[in-house]
């Protein structure tokens, strides 16, 4: 398997824009995390789900920010308007549920926001 | 609730010197346990995990950690720092009945030649 896979892995935008970024998770996993890492809060749990269905989000900053996942084998995030503070590495992870299974990271996605 | 600590944000060793990264948990149930290591500009990767058995586990690059329940922690170590071993380390914690997984903050390593 190619494990996570996420794109883009960069992606510059300006203030405004909306952005969008996909997740493939691994083939069989059925729980999807969305991460977000930052120099000053570290790695934060945005949005999981498990089955395609979101579970808990409320790590979602703000109504800016909405997660899908249509079929187990996508999901996007999308932040619409995007502002300078949504700058960030976001990660993708998939796990599968009631296992010993641990959470698998994509290699995330770079965001500026300018 | 569950939760992990990690004590100490930043650790500097000397190569050569042992490694010890520290890790306590939270947990209302028997949990999983893990470790993570990330390499600059790189996602998360597995370094190790506890889900029963034997309570010393290890893992990848020399690492082993031992769980040890009366003291909520879950500590990383390796006898020997490489300077290929500096990077962010993060402990995490799942449930057995849930799939739900809670990160500490991250130990930045680095290791001094």
């Known amino acids: 398997d190619a494990g996570v896979i996420q794109s883009p892995r960069h992606e510059v935008t300006e203030m405004g824009q909306e952005v969008t970024l996909r997740c493939k998770p691994i083939?069989?996993?059925?729980?999807l995390f969305w991460y977000r890492q930052t120099m000053m809060r570290g790695l934060e749990l945005l949005i999981y789900?498990?089955?395609?269905?979101?579970?808990?989000d409320s790590g979602m900053p703000e109504d800016r920010f909405s997660a899908k996942m249509p079929n187990a084998s996508f999901s996007t995030l999308k932040i619409q308007p995007s502002e300078p503070r949504d700058s960030a590495v976001y990660f993708c992870?998939?796990?599968?549920?009631?296992?010993?299974?641990?959470?698998?990271f994509g290699q995330g996605t770079r965001l500026t926001v300018v | 609730a569950q939760s992990v600590t990690q004590l100490g944000s930043h650790v500097s060793v000397s190569e050569g010197a042992l490694v010890l990264l520290r890790c306590n948990y939270s947990?209302?149930?028997?949990?999983?346990l893990f470790w993570y290591v990330q390499y600059p500009n790189q996602g998360l990767q597995l370094l190790l995990k506890?889900?029963?058995?034997?309570?010393l586990v290890k893992g990848i690059n020399g690492f082993e950690a031992e769980f040890k329940k009366s003291e909520t922690s879950f500590h990383l170590t390796k006898p020997s720092a490489h300077m290929s071993d500096a990077a962010e380390y993060f402990c995490?914690?799942?449930?057995?009945?849930?799939?739900?997984?809670?990160f500490g903050t991250g130990t930045s390593l680095t290791v001094i030649p």
């Open positions: 992870a998939s796990s599968f549920a009631g296992s010993t299974t641990e959470a698998f």
């Open positions: 083939s069989g996993h059925n729980s």
């Open positions: 789900f498990n089955n395609n269905v979101p579970i808990d």
């Open positions: 947990s209302s149930v028997p949990p999983y």
């Open positions: 506890y889900t029963t058995g034997a309570t």
């Open positions: 995490a914690v799942s449930l057995m009945t849930g799939n739900q997984f809670y």
